[in-house]
T-cell receptor
Framework: DSGVTQTPKHLITATGQRVTLRCSPR?????VYWYQQSLDQGLQFLIQ???????AKGNILERFSAQQFPDLHSELNLSSLELGDSALYFC?????????????FGQGTRLTVV | QQPVQSPQAVILREGEDAVINCSSS?????VHWYRQKHGEAPVFLMI?????EQKGHEKISASFNEKKQQSSLYLTASQLSYSGTYFC????????????FGSGTRLSIRP
């Protein structure tokens, strides 16, 4: 158990809908990362937050947005969902925003868009 | 900008050795290695930093050639538990920098 909690574990929704994925980082970690992993593919970086502020941004679609709240949990909002958005979404956390620190991954949320 | 991993897949017998490579076209600050078993979350193995510092698993060894922007992960005397997909992630700067992962190397260990 990495200490990073993601909910829900599974989500099935229809095209055009909006969903929210939630991530609670490890206790004491200030940085949260979001990654998308399509079937048997690599980890695509979406966005990073540190202590409530956006720190780095990847190729995140405009239909996607994220935020980190004062209690440090983070939410990833996906709207106008398309079939191609079906994927495993991972959240990871680390103690700070540096890239010399290991990240701990949650178990992921598997999103299926039908 | 995505690092290139090689090989894409490798099959070993238990006890054999393997090397997984990761290369970037950009100057790097850090290289991260993770292992992911099917259906599970990636698990941290090692970080290699510009300047030679390493942080990570005692039983895993890796190298980082700063001049070539290449890293290699060495798996010796492989065990069945080493099976999985290995990802390298690279970051260009020490902070506020994306960690971009390669497409992975699938390692299968046979008894």
């Amino acid at each position: 158990d990495s200490g990073v909690t993601q909910t829900p574990k599974h989500l099935i929704t229809a095209t055009g809908q909006r969903v929210t994925l939630r991530c609670s980082p490890r206790s004491g970690d200030l940085s949260v990362y979001w990654y998308q992993q399509s079937l048997d593919q690599g980890l695509q970086f979406l966005i990073q937050y540190y202590n409530g502020e956006e720190r780095a941004k990847g190729n995140i679609l405009e239909r996607f947005s994220a935020q980190q709240f004062p209690d440090l949990h983070s939410e990833l909002n996906l709207s106008s969902l398309e079939l191609g958005d079906s994927a495993l979404y991972f959240c990871a956390s680390s103690v700070d925003a540096g890239t010399d620190t290991e990240a701990f991954f949650g178990q992921g949320t598997r999103l299926t868009v039908v | 900008q995505q690092p290139v991993q090689s090989p894409q897949a490798v099959i070993l017998r238990e006890g054999e050795d393997a090397v997984i490579n990761c290369s970037s076209s950009k100057a790097l600050y850090s290289v991260h290695w993770y292992r992911q078993k099917h259906g599970e979350a990636p698990v941290f193995l090692m970080i290699l930093l510009k300047g030679g510092e390493q942080k990570g698993h005692e039983k895993i060894s890796a190298s980082f050639n700063e001049k070539k922007q290449q890293s290699s992960l060495y798996l010796t005397a492989s065990q069945l538990s080493y099976s999985g997909t290995y990802f390298c992630g690279t970051a260009r700067y020490s902070s506020a920098s994306k960690i971009i992962f390669g497409s992975g190397t699938r390692l299968s260990i046979r008894p």
